[in-house]
């Protein structure tokens, strides 16, 4: 299983304030309590002070620069990315070619054929690529919503991922670096892999819809009926060295390489460039009303050399249900016990 680098690293958020005389008399303006003041963050407008964990939604960490409350910054819900075909078409660069997306459907047909000899054992199964909504207004509604979703967090949309300059080279991205070794991804299963790619680089889209809630912000929920092992999404953004992030205040980094010597292990940034995997939340894993919402596993595999992370349905999810994963993998370091 694999974990967001901010699981493991997850530095301890620090006390914010303009006025360092006045700490004891600062409470959150939320539960009233000046309790866990190292959790107290102060609004750069009004001063008035918010647990990271009673902000809705929460803060796992401190954010960079200059941070605003709920009422000075006068949250919204994001505007709507425009319902126009060409506008999503060009947004997330879909090959226009019929042949392009023609291809993939049927490859998906007789990759769900082969699919249904496969042996009962959970160890022995294939996964399996994600079965888009055949209505086309439909994946035009799903594209258009993570586009919202990307547009407010100001994130490029990537399928891929970047190799930037002043960041880890895609050289550094090597399997053989991993402490314990790497699972290689099969034969076949990468294939599944390079057909749910096919078939997003023609328009023909994962069954998802990325909702606002203003308790969890962005998340995403299953549009129809997923089967356990489907492929949900690949975790993609920058990579870089995790010694260039370890006091980077975001919290959708992962683990992209878990080195046995520090100075090689890797993560994945998405704040720059990313897709739908960033905006799918993470369970309370310190209750088991929590765990029971676990419907993903996130697994880091070998895929010819390189690390890739993927994000896979661990059990069937029906329509309307939202996407969980557990994001703390090896450690249990990643604060999750405020998490709706």
């Known amino acids: 299983m694999a974990l ?3 699981r493991s690293q997850a530095p301890k958020p620090i006390f914010i304030s303009k006025h360092a005389d006045d700490f004891s008399e600062v409470h959150c303006e939320e539960c009233g309590s000046g309790e866990s003041p190292g959790e107290l963050l102060l609004c750069d407008k009004c001063d008035i002070g918010f647990h990271l964990f009673c902000l809705r939604p929460i803060l796992v ?12 910054s006068k949250q919204k819900v994001p505007k709507s990315f425009p319902l126009i075909q060409t506008k999503i078409i060009d947004f997330f660069r ?12 049927q490859d998906i047909q007789k990759k769900r054929k082969r699919s249904s000899s496969l042996v009962m054992s959970k160890k022995r199964r294939k996964l399996l690529p994600f079965n888009p909504s055949e209505d086309h207004e439909r994946r035009l509604e799903q594209m ?18 970047s190799y930037r300059p002043s ?21 076949e299963d990468a294939e599944t892999l390079n057909l749910c790619k096919k078939m997003m680089n023609g328009g023909e889209w994962p069954p998802l819809m990325v909702v606002f809630d203003p308790e969890e912000g962005f ?29 980077d205040g975001g919290d959708s980094m992962m683990t992209l390489l878990h080195a046995a010597n ?17 905006f799918i939340n993470g369970i309370n894993n310190h209750t088991q009303e929590g765990k029971r919402k676990q419907n993903l ?5 070998d895929v010819n050399g390189e690390c890739r992370v993927l994000l896979v349905a661990n059990r069937d999810i029906s329509k309307g249900e939202r996407l969980y994963y557990d994001y703390n993998g090896y450690e249990q370091e990643y604060p999750t016990q405020h998490f709706v």
């Open 94 to 105: 879909i090959q226009r070619s019929t042949e392009s997306t023609q291809k993939p459907s």
């Open 297 to 301: 596993k996130c697994v880091r595999y």
């Open 144 to 161: 258009r919503s993570l586009a919202t979703a990307l547009t407010a967090a100001g994130t490029e949309f990537s399928n891929e991922l």
């Open 4 to 6: 967001r680098s901010k």
């Open 262 to 278: 520090p100075s090689q292990s890797l993560v994945i940034c998405p704040d720059k460039r990313g897709n739908v995997a960033r």
């Open 219 to 247: 998340t995403v929920e299953a549009d129809r009926f997923i089967k356990d092992l489907t492929i949900i999404s690949e975790y993609v953004g920058d990579v870089d060295y995790l010694k260039n992030r370890e006091n």
């Open 61 to 72: 960490s401190v954010p960079k620069g200059s941070w605003f409350c709920p009422s000075c």
């Open 167 to 187: 960041m880890a080279p895609r050289s550094a991205n090597k399997s053989a670096l991993e402490k314990g070794g790497m699972q290689v991804l099969s034969k």
